[in-house]
C-alpha cells in the first residue's frame, strides 16, 4: 500500500512539474525587462486560481508541445493573476490591489483589460508595448495555434482576421 501511494505521488510530481515547465511563464516586470534588452511580442496569461476555464487551459492547451514551444520562441509569456495581491510597477505608476467584495482584483489587469473582468483572458502586446488585443475565454490548441501566429508574425498589419483564418494551414 505503501509502495502504490510513493509511486502515485511521485507520478503526480513529474507530472505537475512536468505541466509547470511547458511555456516559461515570466512575471509582468520580467517580460518587461527583457523586452527592452531583445524585443519580442509579449503574451499575458490573465487567469485567477478559482477559475476552472483557466486551469483547463493550462492543462489542454499550455502543455501541447507545439503551443508551448512557439509561445517560448516567439513571445515573453506572462502569468499575470487578476487578483494579485503584490504591486507591480509599470511606466512609473504602481498598480495595486484592490480590495471588492469578498475579493478584489489587482489594477494592472483590469487597466490591461479596459475593466472587463474575465477569465481567462488572454493578451498581445507589441513589442513597443502596445494592446494588440485581449482574447476573453477558453482557448484550446486549434484555436491558440492561430491566433498566436497572427500576433507573432504580424499578419494583423495586412489582413483581417477572417482572411487570415481562412488561408491558415495547422502544424497540429
Known amino acids: 500500500m505503501k509502495k502504490s501511494i510513493?509511486?502515485?505521488?511521485?507520478f503526480f510530481t513529474l507530472f505537475s512539474i512536468n505541466a509547470q515547465e511547458n511555456v516559461k511563464w515570466l512575471s509582468f516586470e520580467e517580460a518587461i525587462a527583457l523586452?527592452?534588452?531583445n524585443p519580442k511580442p509579449i503574451l499575458i496569461d490573465v487567469y485567477t486560481d478559482w477559475c476552472g476555464y483557466c486551469k483547463k487551459m493550462d492543462l489542454n492547451t499550455y502543455t501541447n508541445k507545439t503551443i508551448s514551444n512557439y509561445i517560448n520562441e516567439?513571445?515573453?509569456?506572462?502569468?499575470?493573476?487578476?487578483?494579485?495581491?503584490?504591486?507591480?510597477?509599470?511606466k512609473n505608476y504602481t498598480f495595486k490591489f484592490q480590495k471588492e467584495g469578498r475579493r478584489g482584483y489587482h489594477q494592472l489587469p483590469a487597466t490591461l483589460m479596459n475593466g472587463k473582468m474575465s477569465y481567462p483572458t488572454t493578451l498581445f502586446m507589441?513589442?513597443?508595448?502596445?494592446?494588440?488585443?485581449?482574447?476573453?475565454?477558453?482557448?484550446?490548441?486549434?484555436?491558440?495555434?492561430?491566433?498566436?501566429?497572427?500576433?507573432?508574425?504580424?499578419k494583423y498589419k495586412n489582413q483581417n482576421w477572417v482572411e487570415f483564418e481562412k488561408n491558415f494551414e495547422s502544424k497540429l
Not at 510513493?6 to 511521485?10: A, G, K, V
Not at 516567439?74 to 509599470?90: C, P, Q, R, S, T
Open 126 to 154: 507589441s513589442v513597443d508595448e502596445k494592446i494588440l488585443d485581449r482574447i476573453p475565454g477558453y482557448l484550446d490548441k486549434t484555436i491558440m495555434e492561430k491566433v498566436l501566429v497572427y500576433f507573432s508574425e504580424e
Open 74 to 90: 516567439n513571445f515573453y509569456a506572462v502569468k499575470l493573476d487578476g487578483e494579485e495581491k503584490k504591486d507591480i510597477i509599470y
Open 35 to 37: 523586452n527592452k534588452e
Open 6 to 10: 510513493l509511486i502515485l505521488t511521485l
